[in-house]
């Protein structure tokens, strides 16, 4: 992974002091409530329900063992014993005490991470494919490429006081996990038909009050003219963007307003008046940061048939919460952290730190965290699985849900955050007290169930297979359930409303009346929202009302 | 006299605006009276200098680049972020070399950045406490972006 140069650890720490007086002008009263928000901000402090929540950036979800032990640290000594992954590969803390946030961030510096740019109106953590440098449909890798991007965004002078926030996300293989045509700008690495590297770049897309698949602006632009095809974007729409409605303001309203074709224009004619001066990234800079994602130190090995004469818990554990790795005898392991007993997330300090240990013993002493809320070991030895399985099962990390039902994303909803109308983790253990039957999931196959607490859609709910929005009716908790959606790739798409809202009591039984009509409609390979596309809504719906008439 | 912040010095300002001083030797003038009254203001050989709001298009300014001695930027809060653009844009696509200065509701937290786009001067709210103000542009003494590095910030660079 990448390593920090002087410059990188420098702009780390200098941030931590520019924050430091920032925090001790606003506790001293010289610095308004107002303008310390805008700052806080820029350095991942919210304000919640009880507390500031303070979020930590995990650049394209790349963590390395020492850092684990710094988050469990922090959980420990700063907050209630546990952290949340968040599903743009960060975590969250939801208990810290902002005199103290000064310190937390000096902590995480000490091991080459910050909070810079995590929340705010201003360019975000750069995301991307979780499976990056280990998935068998894998092009290029894209990590090198976040990477200098990152870079590239951070405080980034021009850029940090933009309409609203802004999130990149980059994939390099044939399956998008990186939800790219949802983000304000997707970048999907390709080869041309001379064979060269380059870029499809998308932009305008995203989720919240007004979801939108973005729409190509360059179909391939080369590695060298990356940087300045951001910045004429970003600088379009700085200027451009809507800054008299915050519901507005994000680039996907202004390139939808314009159209994607005189969007272009203007940012094809700021291109060509900036191309002189423009950021360019030499040859000698990509090699410099590829050199950091080399493949790790892999044995040569073949693969090997590890579930023969191994038990039922196991067999299912390998099935459902491992993948394929392109080297031989390697998996790609996935610790859930859907728990029956925390909420979908969630990891305490204790499990931190064993996972710290388990990633040095089996997987290059780095881990990844995903878009989904879990983690993943990407580069275990096929003859190591069982032993893991069993280290993983005694820390409550092997529940051999990954990709099914009970697999769900959630935002925290009402029982932390301040913007929410409805609680989404007692609607989680509703979910996952009916749905315990393994054998009924495996059955019903990859469902993404994903839950917001309010339309902000921190959940992602609109590109869930099923997604449940919770709605105050009256100062009552609601929900609604839409159906249909995807976040990846080609199949990316928003979901319907199917009707009515539901009362949380409701759900289980709504969700075991959809997967009825999906059981008796579905043909042979579909998974539920191939069967929800094929036929449309209507008998979907007329199931899930069935006791309404 | 007001005080400003210049190439990271504190000085009297030497200008003055046309509805402080309609005479005044050098005078910053609305985007819509230099508009129209653009010829007798250059035959009357006063130092100019223009202000322009976080919406008006800078390119409005592109013909006028050699004449005028000052374009002032508004700010309307630490939120308002397009002066940082305009900022980069007369400085680098139409290369001007006047005085480039931020003005309204600005603060010591935006002095950093805001240099770094090319504004040189700082006319900061009345009572703003202009030392403390200075030491905003030793925020950071490396970067990652090319800056224009206006009012004297020069940083560290990785060598690329």
Known sequence: MYKYDPIDQQIVNERVAQFRDQTQRFLAGQLSEDDFRQLRLRNGLYIQRYAPMLRVSIPYGLLS???????????????KGFGHFTTRQNIQYNWPELPKVPDILELLATVEMHAIQTSG????????????????DEL???????????????????FNFLPRKFKIAVTGAIADRAAVRVHDIGLILKRNAAGMLGFEILVGGGLGRMPIIGKTIYDFVEPHELLSRLESILRVYNLEGRRDNIHKARIKVLVKALGIDKFRELVDADWAASRDYAPSLTAAEIARVKSFFTPPAYQTLSDVDVVTGKGNEFRRWYQQNTRAHKVPGYRAVFLSLKSTKRP??????????????????????????????????ADVRQQDLFELWQKLEAIDLARANIGTLTDMIACPGLDLCSLANARTYTVVDLINERFDDLDYLYDLGEIQLKMSGCMNACGHHHVGHIGILGVDKHGEEWYQVTIGGAPNGQEADLGEVIGRSFKQEEIPDVLERLFRVYIELREEGERFVDTVRRLGIGPFKAGAYAQDH | MRKIIKQRQIIADSWQYVEEAPDASAVILSLTQWQAERESLLASGRKLGVKIGPADKVEMLAEDISKL??????FTGLGEGRGYSQAHILRRRYSFNGELRAIGKIQRDQLFCMARCGIDAYELPEGSNLEVALTAFTDYSVAYQPGIDAGGVQLKQRAS
């Open chain 1, 65 to 79: 063992s020492a850092q684990l032990r710094v988050f469990a640290r922090i959980a420990r000594e700063y907050d």
């Open chain 1, 121 to 136: 109106n201003c360019i975000r953590n750069v995301t991307s494919d979780h499976l990056a440098g280990v998935a068998k």
């Open chain 1, 140 to 158: 290029e890798d894209p990590r090198p490429w976040c990477e200098l991007v990152r870079q590239w965004a951070t405080v980034h002078p021009e």
């Open chain 1, 344 to 377: 979908p997330g969630d990891i305490t300090d204790a499990q931190l730190d064993a996972v710290a240990n388990l990633a040095e013993t089996y997987s290059f002493g780095e881990v990844r965290a995903t878009h989904d809320q879990n983690l993943i070991f």
């Open chain 2, 69 to 74: 001695q000052l374009i002032a930027l508004e």
